[in-house]
């Protein structure tokens, strides 16, 4: 359905008064919703990409919405027992988010803290304990930042580049190339990254001091899980793998540091950029792992795979329509396309 229609349809239905009435039926009660975030923004990382990257007073109206609703947010572990043992509480909703942005402690926990939301976080660790910019989404917004300006950047390619919308993710995309097809280390990527920004006349060393991009250090995390954050895996490197010894060597590495920093075992993941392979949900069973959410838009039934739950991916370019729509579950009645996961996470091997 395009997404133009959808939103019509959407706001006649919350007029109607069928939002309240499906929010409290037995049928919304045996179903549990996911919400997946990323970033919340300290500058204007939401201009940047509005689907990774939220604003603060949006995430307050989310929770707002989700109080007001009297919805059941609840722990992920505790949610996806209940999810299959029938005994999910009315509304249930559990609060999840990606990669482990450094913002994440600044900009959200405090808010999940007012609300009385439990959260949990899936935390890649690399660049935790490496702390610069995390290298491809921080090519992106070096790129974007450039716009109006000319690029001459070999890596980027050949000729010189006028950079606008169009232009600065083609540079994205070949300055990723690059990295990938050099095999360069993170600090040889990191040094990419501040010859980019030089090339752009941009300050590379005040993003990095204002840490945009940057995800927690192990101690911040430790912090927030003191705090109630629950920290569960997302592989090492941000990276899957075909193969199934480095599949889960990646997890392993994840859970070992994890463990480190929280002293909790983590036994749910998350499938990085929402890419998988038909084996990986075999693989991850075999090796104990409890569940793994994707990133398919959906709302989670006792007939869900565990290791393929759905989530609903929020943004800053999502509605409140449309976060509503998702929360009653109505949203799961209405034709949707399938989201396209990224395959950049899956690491080619000889």
């Known amino acids: 359905m395009p997404r133009r229609i959808k939103k019509v349809v959407l706001q006649v239905a919350g007029r109607s008064g069928f939002y309240g ?17 990323h970033g919340v923004s300290r500058d204007d990382e939401h201009l940047w990409d509005s689907s990774l990257y939220m604003e603060p007073a949006v995430l307050r109206r989310r929770l707002e919405y989700l109080a007001k609703a009297r919805c059941n947010v609840i722990g992920l572990d505790d949610a996806v027992r209940r999810l299959y043992d029938g005994s999910l509480p009315p509304r ?65 390619g050949d000729e010189p580049i006028e950079l606008d919308d169009h232009s600065c993710e083609d540079v994205a995309r070949n300055v990723r190339r690059f990295a990938r097809r050099e095999g360069l280390s993170g600090l ?18 005040e993003l990095c001091r204002r840490r945009i991009l940057h995800l927690m250090t192990p ?28 599949f889960l ?16 075992e983590p036994f749910h993941f998350c499938y990085p950029g929402g890419f998988l392979l038909p084996e990986f949900p075999v693989w991850l069973r075999e090796s104990g792992v ?44 209405v034709p949707k396309r399938r989201r396209k996961a990224a395959d950049w996470p899956l690491q080619k091997e000889p």
């Open 290 to 333: 409890r569940s793994a959410t994707t990133c398919e838009p959906g709302i989670c039934t006792r007939h869900s795979s565990p290791w393929l739950l759905p989530r609903v991916v929020d943004g800053n370019n999502t509605t409140m329509s449309e976060f509503g729509a998702w929360v009653t579950g109505f949203a799961a009645l």
């Open 249 to 264: 060597g990646e997890i392993e590495d994840n859970r070992r540091r994890i463990k480190a920093i929280s002293g909790a």
């Open 219 to 246: 101690a911040e995390a430790r912090r927030v899980a003191a705090g109630g954050i629950v920290l569960e895996l997302h592989t090492h490197r941000h990276r899957v793998s075909e193969h199934r010894e480095s």
């Open 188 to 205: 040889a990527k990191d040094e990419l990254l501040g010859s980019l920004a030089e090339a752009l006349g941009i300050d590379y060393e």
């Open 21 to 37: 009435l499906l929010l409290n039926s037995p049928w919304r009660r045996r179903r549990l919703l996911i919400l997946c975030y």
């Open 92 to 156: 249930a909703v559990v609060i999840t988010f990606d990669d482990g942005f450094h913002d994440f402690q600044e900009q959200a926990f405090p808010l999940l803290r007012e609300f009385g939301f439990p959260a949990t976080v899936y935390l890649t660790t690399y660049y935790s304990e490496f702390n610069r910019p995390v290298f491809d989404p921080m090519v992106g917004y070096l790129a974007w930042k450039g716009r109006g300006r000319r690029l001459v950047f070999p890596p980027a």
